[in-house]
């Protein structure tokens, strides 16, 4: 089974600050990159799809790196309302319908 | 108003029984899949389905099974065989009829929290 792994956290910044996710995947073949992000108890809601030039939405920034197998998030003037877990996402297979890799997803806490 | 549902919110369950967890999708997607997350863990996927009257075994598929007699839905039924069902399981779909690369998001309902007493 393919892994995609994060570093758990918590992180813990106050507000204003610029925070970096890192994420690393074992499949080279995988195509479709995603960031989630997911608040205590609820479901997990699609925040970004991570392209290979790199995107922008607003205050985050996500970034892919196929050389080293590595994904990143960047977000930047945190607000308290960031507080949350955010899942670095892989599809499995090289297809554009394989099935998705989750990482166990990393912890921000954002203070005031 | 477009979306996934899942019900119920909550499920008790005594042990030995059948439960089956209700997944509706009005998004017109064709592919649906269901995950278990417990805490400080990443989702597993259980099942999923790429078209109607088909569907694979993911990851855990031991102690569950499913259903895809229409488009829209997709339920989940945790058996007396499974071990350990206590759990927080999400349904997703994904699949825009010509959707091209952006194909495989999934999006997700809002969950059953099923507790086995």
């Known amino acids: 089974r393919k892994e995609v792994e994060q570093d758990p956290g918590p992180f813990n910044v106050p507000e204003g600050a610029t925070v970096a996710f890192n994420c690393t995947y074992s499949n080279s073949a995988s195509q479709s990159f995603f960031w989630y992000r997911q608040d205590c108890r609820k479901e997990p809601k699609l925040l970004m799809s991570?392209?290979?030039s790199g995107n922008e939405d607003g205050r985050f920034t996500a970034q892919l790196n196929r050389a080293s197998q590595y994904i990143s998030l960047l977000i930047r003037d945190s607000k308290l309302s960031d507080s949350a877990t955010y899942l670095c996402v892989v599809n499995e297979d090289g297809g554009s319908q394989g099935n998705l890799i989750f990482g166990k997803g990393t912890k921000l806490s954002v203070k005031p | 108003d477009g979306g996934i549902t899942q019900s119920p919110k909550y499920l008790f369950r005594k042990e030995g029984q059948n439960v089956t967890l209700s997944c509706e999708q009005n998004?017109?997607?064709?592919?649906m899949y269901w995950y278990r997350q417990d805490p400080g863990q990443g989702l597993r996927l259980i099942y999923y389905s790429q078209i109607v009257n088909d569907f694979q075994k993911g990851d855990i598929a031991e102690g569950y099974s499913v259903s895809r007699e229409k488009k829209e839905s997709f339920p989940l039924t945790v058996t007396s065989a499974q071990k350990n069902p206590t759990a927080f399981y999400l349904c997703a779909s994904s699949g825009i009829p010509g959707g091209g690369a952006i194909y495989n998001e999934q999006f997700f309902g809002p969950g059953t929290r099923l507790t086995v007493l």
């Open positions: 998004l017109n997607h064709d592919a």
């Open positions: 991570v392209y290979s």
